[in-house]
C-alpha cells in the first residue's frame, strides 16, 4: 500500500497564479472575536443537505458549517488533508481511508466512519433524490442506488464498507487517480445521526462539524451563523460570527455597503466597478477565480439539437462581441474566454488558451452566414434566460444581444428573459423549461480540469443542464478518469474538450474574477480560489 498522490499539476499550476495575483486584504490588527460581521447573500435553490447543493450561496453556508475528509487551501486551491489521517491505495480504484480521532460533530456527536458511509449512501440513493448523487457514481454500486432507469434495488453502495470507527473502504468501478482530491467537495462531507433521526428538524437547523452552526434562518431575509466555541479544527472562527443578508439586487447591497448598513459584499455589481475604486480605496479586492461564464442550451428541445443547430450555435459565439463587453462593462475584470476552462488551472493543469479559436472571435459576417446556413435562429429569434437578482447579468446579457442583433442587422434577433430569484430560474432549469440560450456560470468544485468537463457536460451529468450528450466525449472522460499518469490524464481532457469545442455544446464567454468590498470594520478579507470569502480569517473591530 502507498499513501496517494495527486494531482500536483493542477494545484501548483493554480498556485502560482494565485500567489502573482495576490488573494488578500489588509492584515489588520487582532479584532474582536466576540464580533459579528455582515455579508450579502442569495438564498439557496434547495435545503442546505451537502449533496443536495449545486449552487453557490447554499455553497458558502456548507463551506462554514461542515469540513470533510479534504480542504480547498483557501490561498492556493490544493486539496490537503483535513479529517482524512490517511488516504491509501495500491491501484488508483480500490481506497482505504482513516478519519482522524478527535472530531465531533456541534451537537456533540462523534465524527466517524459510518458518519462518512451513511452520508455517502443517503447522497447516491435515488430515492432521495440528491441533486450530487452523480459524484458517488464512481463508487461500486451506484448502478443498483441509483440506475437510470425504474426502482433502485439496494440501499447502500457495495462498494462502500466501514471496516472499523474510523477507518472505511472504498472500491470504485474503475481506476480514477485524482479521486483522493475531489473529497473535499461538499457533496462528501459527513453527516450526524441527527441528519437521518429527524430530518425535518435538521433541514430546519442544520447540524455540522465547521467552525460555525446555524442560528436561524428565515428564507427571503437573512441566515444568522455563530462561531462554534468547540470547534477542534486548526481554522477556528476569528470573529463571532456572520449574519448573511438576502439581496435580491447587488447594487442595493452596495448601497448598503457604503451606507454602513452592510460589512460586505462578495461580488461587486458591474455598475459600480468604475466607482469602487474611489468609494473603497483598499477595501476591494479583485482576483482570479476558478469561474467561467457560459451560455448553455437545452439540447431536450429538438430545434437545439441538430447538425444545423450546431451552425446556428457557433454563429452566435462569433456574433458576440467579448473584448468590447468585458472593457466597457466589468471593467476589465472579465477576460474573454478561449476554453471551456479557467486560466488558473495553468497550462499544465490544462487550460487551452485559444482552443476555441475563430469561433470565439467577433467576427459578425462570418456569424451571420454560418447562422443563415444553419437555418436561421429557432422560432426566428433567440432568448437568453438568466436570474436578475445577483450580479450584473441583466447589464451583460443586454450588451450580448445587442452584439448578436448588431452582427445579424436584426434588433429583434436577441432578447432578455429575466426571471425574478436564482432559486426560481435553477427550478426552471431543472424542470426543463429553457427554450433556448441560458446563462450557465460555472464555479468550479475543485482545481481540476475534470471538474471543468465532466460535470457540465458528461451524459446526464449533475450539472449537465443542457442535456448535451457525446459518446466521443464521454469515452475520452472515461479514459482520462483511468489514467494514472498525469500528463497522459491531461491530454485526454484536452481531446474531450475538444469534442465540446466542435459541437459549440455551450458558448464560452468570459473568464471571471472574485471581487469584494468590505466595511471599515473589517480586516483581513480575502477570497479563495472559489470567489468566496474566508469567511472563518475574516477581523472584526
Known sequence: MRITTHASWAVCAMALALAAAGCGGDGGGSGDSDAVLSASWGDPQNPLEPSNTNEVQGGKVLDMIFRGLKRYDPETGEAQDMLAEKIETSDSQNFTITVKDGWTFSNGEKVTAQSFVDAWNYGASLRNNQRNAYFFGYIEGYDQVHPEEGEQTADTLSGLKVTGERTFTVKLTQKFSTFPDTLGYNAFAPLPRAFFDDHDAWVKKPVGNGPYLVESYTRGSQMSLRTWDDYPGDDK???????????????????????????????????????????????????????????????????????????????????????????????????????????????????????????????????????????????????????????????????????????????????????????????????????????????????????????????????????????????LVNRANQETDTAKAVDLFQQAEEVVRDNMAAIPLWYQNGSAGWSERLSSVKLNPFSVPVYNEIKVS
Open 237 to 475: 472562527a476569528q470573529n463571532g460570527g456572520v449574519d448573511l443578508k438576502v439581496y435580491t439586487d447587488n447594487n442595493t447591497a452596495y448601497t448598503d455597503l457604503l451606507a454602513g448598513n452592510l460589512d460586505l459584499v462578495d461580488d461587486v455589481p458591474a455598475a459600480q466597478l468604475k466607482n469602487v475604486r474611489n468609494d473603497l480605496g483598499d477595501r476591494y479586492l479583485n482576483t482570479p477565480a476558478g469561474i467561467i461564464q457560459t451560455l448553455a442550451f437545452p439540447f431536450y428541445d429538438e430545434a437545439w439539437n441538430t447538425e444545423d443547430a450546431k451552425k446556428v450555435r457557433q454563429g452566435l459565439s462569433m456574433a458576440i462581441d467579448r473584448a468590447q463587453i468585458t472593457d466597457t462593462i466589468f471593467q476589465k475584470t472579465r477576460t474573454p474566454a478561449t476554453d471551456w476552462t479557467s486560466p488558473v488551472l495553468g497550462e499544465d493543469g490544462g487550460f487551452q488558451d485559444g482552443l476555441c479559436g475563430e469561433l470565439c472571435e467577433f467576427k459578425p459576417d462570418d456569424a451571420k452566414k454560418l447562422i443563415e446556413e444553419g437555418g436561421g435562429l429557432p422560432g426566428g429569434k433567440v432568448t437568453i434566460t438568466f436570474n436578475a437578482d445577483t450580479g450584473s447579468h441583466r447589464e451583460w446579457v443586454n450588451a450580448v444581444c445587442n452584439s448578436i442583433n448588431n452582427a445579424l442587422d436584426n434588433e429583434r434577433a436577441c432578447t432578455a428573459n429575466p426571471v425574478g430569484t436564482f432559486a426560481d430560474f435553477r427550478n426552471q432549469i431543472t424542470d426543463r423549461k429553457m427554450t433556448g440560450p441560458f446563462r450557465a456560470g460555472w464555479q468550479m468544485d475543485y482545481p481540476l480540469i475534470q471538474n471543468f468537463l465532466q460535470p457540465l457536460y458528461y451524459t446526464n451529468a449533475s450539472s449537465n443542464d443542457g442535456k448535451w450528450s457525446n459518446k466521443q466525449f464521454d469515452d
